[in-house]
């Protein structure tokens, strides 16, 4: 089946800095998405992107499907943006609901 | 317009056992899929189901199983719980399409399984 790999695994960072997480996933797929988990366990879906560059505030998203990558930005980051960030990939057509999530990347972002 | 519902937000049970989870959609939405997060595995799809009917499924036993009603409501039921049983399980909710849609989830039922 389809492998998403995330990368890092963990990331530490200032208030104010930016930073770039990285998804890649081994074969074609039909949508991905980003994902923060915040402290409380829920899942906020941040992007839906299965190609192309998506910005929300502070964040941007790029998807390049034929290079079977995606990056998720944050830019000037803040204490309220640490958490676990996920992709997770829809693996083709018909699977609507169903998603393959990478491990994801903690990040802790310090005042 | 309301989020995902889950319930019970905590569970706790005993080896052998079994459980019984809700999961109320966005108002609107038909699909309801389920997903499972441990430490050790990740999140895992268990599966999905729209319009009364299991679309999808994921890699689980037979102990996991779900069922969704007319008003799109699900529940997933776990029977003969096992210590690995422990984990959050998520559900999110979509309008059904079959394919490239937005998922959105829920805050979760964390089961602890003594």
């Known amino acids: 089946g389809i492998q998403v790999e995330q990368s890092p695994p963990d990331l530490i960072l200032q208030e104010g800095a930016n930073s770039t997480l990285r998804c890649n996933f081994s074969?074609?797929?039909?949508?991905l998405q980003w994902f923060h988990q915040n402290p409380w366990g829920q899942l906020i879906n941040l992007f839906y992107i299965p190609s192309g560059t998506k910005q929300n505030g502070r964040l941007s998203a790029t998807t390049v499907a034929t290079e079977r990558y995606s990056l998720l930005y944050i830019s000037s980051s803040q204490t309220t943006d640490s958490g676990v960030y996920f992709c997770?990939?829809?693996?083709?057509?018909?699977?609507?609901?169903?998603?393959?999530f990478g491990q994801g990347t903690e990040l802790s972002v310090k005042p | 317009k309301a989020g995902v519902t889950q319930t019970p937000r905590y569970l706790i049970k005993t080896r052998g056992q079994q459980v019984t989870l809700s999961c109320s959609p966005i108002?609107?939405?038909?699909?309801v899929s389920w997903y499972q997060q441990t430490p050790g595995q990740g999140l895992q799809f268990l599966f999905e189901?729209?319009?009364?009917?299991?679309?999808n499924k994921g890699n689980f036993p037979g102990r996991f199983s779900g069922r969704q009603f007319s008003n799109s409501r699900s529940e997933m039921n776990v029977s003969t719980l096992e210590l690995g049983d422990s984990a959050l399980y998520l559900c999110?909710?979509?309008?059904?399409?079959?394919?490239?849609?937005?998922?959105?989830f829920g805050s979760g039922t964390q089961l602890s399984v003594l």
């Open positions: 108002s609107g939405h038909r699909s």
């Open positions: 189901y729209f319009s009364e009917t299991q679309r």
């Open positions: 999110a909710s979509g309008t059904g399409g079959a394919s490239g849609e937005k998922l959105f």
């Open positions: 074969d074609s797929v039909n949508n």
């Open positions: 997770a990939v829809e693996p083709g057509y018909n699977q609507g609901g169903k998603l393959i």
